[in-house]
C-alpha cells in the first residue's frame, strides 16, 4: 500500500513569490494535515482538511491557504513568501475521526 | 492557547540505559497521546500512543505513562540502542485527531 506522497521534494523560490506544495493521502484516507517544521524547531499545525472542507487552521496568516480536491488530495500554498516560511513542510493523513496520522517525507521549501 | 511543553530538548544517554522524556499539555479536553520517532531526513512515524482512558502502555521496550490530573505523560525507552537515536516528538490531540498540538521535540542520542 503506498504511503503519503508529497511533490515537490525540494522547492526553492524567491522572497514575495508564490509556493504550491502538493500532497496525496493513503488510499481510503479523508483527512489531510499540513505542518511546517522549522530548522531545529517542533511541528507546528498548519491546516486540516477533511471531505473537502477545511475543518481548522493553526497559528498562521492568511497567506497560507489550501485546498482538498475531489480525491483527496490537497494543495497547501503560500503567497507573499516570506525569509521565514522556508522550513521542512509535511502532510499526513488519517481515515476521518482516526486516531493515527501517517506523515509524508515532507517539501522543504526555501526561500531566498 | 494549547501549548505542549515538552522536556529534555536534548538527552545522552549510554547504551543500554533507560531514557525518559516527559511532555505536558495545557488542554483538558486533550484524549489522546501519540509519540513520533523522526530520524535524521526521515518523516516522523508513529511509535505508541496512549488514550485518556488508560494510564500506561508498553511495547516491548517503550512506554507511556499519563496523568490525566496531573495533565502530564512520558515516554520510558529501556535498554537503549543507538538505532535510537532520533527526535521524539509527543503531541496531544482530541476528537480523531485534527489539530494535533505537537511538543518542541527531543533530541535522542545514544553512545554506543
Known amino acids: 500500500e503506498a504511503g503519503v506522497t508529497q511533490s515537490p521534494t525540494h522547492l526553492i523560490k524567491t522572497r514575495g513569490q508564490q509556493a504550491t506544495l502538493r500532497c496525496s493521502p493513503i488510499?481510503?484516507?479523508?483527512?489531510v494535515y499540513w505542518y511546517q517544521q522549522a530548522l531545529g524547531l517542533g511541528l507546528q499545525f498548519l491546516l486540516w482538511?477533511?471531505?473537502?472542507?477545511?475543518?481548522n487552521r493553526g497559528n498562521f496568516p492568511p497567506r497560507f491557504s489550501g485546498r482538498q480536491f475531489p480525491n483527496y488530495s490537497s494543495e497547501l500554498n503560500v503567497n507573499a513568501l516570506e525569509l521565514e516560511d522556508s522550513a521542512l513542510y509535511l502532510c499526513?493523513?488519517?481515515?476521518?475521526?482516526?486516531?493515527?496520522?501517517?506523515f509524508g517525507q515532507g517539501t522543504r521549501l526555501t526561500v531566498v | 492557547g494549547e501549548n505542549v511543553e515538552q522536556h529534555p530538548s536534548t538527552l545522552s544517554v549510554q547504551e543500554g540505559d533507560s531514557a525518559v522524556i516527559k511532555c505536558t499539555y495545557s488542554d483538558s479536553a486533550s484524549n489522546y497521546f501519540p509519540w513520533y520517532k523522526q530520524e535524521l531526513g526521515k518523516r516522523p512515524q508513529l511509535i505508541i500512543d496512549i488514550r485518556s482512558n488508560v494510564g500506561e502502555k508498553k511495547d516491548q521496550r517503550i512506554a507511556v505513562t499519563l496523568n490525566k490530573t496531573a495533565k502530564h505523560f512520558s515516554l520510558h525507552i529501556t535498554e537503549t540502542q543507538p538505532e535510537d537515536s532520533a527526535v521524539y516528538f509527543c503531541a496531544a490531540s482530541w476528537t480523531g485527531g485534527f489539530k494535533t498540538i505537537f511538543g518542541a521535540g527531543t533530541r535522542l542520542f545514544v553512545k554506543a
Open positions: 488510499s481510503g484516507h479523508t483527512s
Open positions: 482538511y477533511d471531505e473537502g472542507e477545511e475543518r
Open positions: 499526513a493523513s488519517s481515515l476521518e475521526g482516526a486516531y493515527e496520522a501517517f
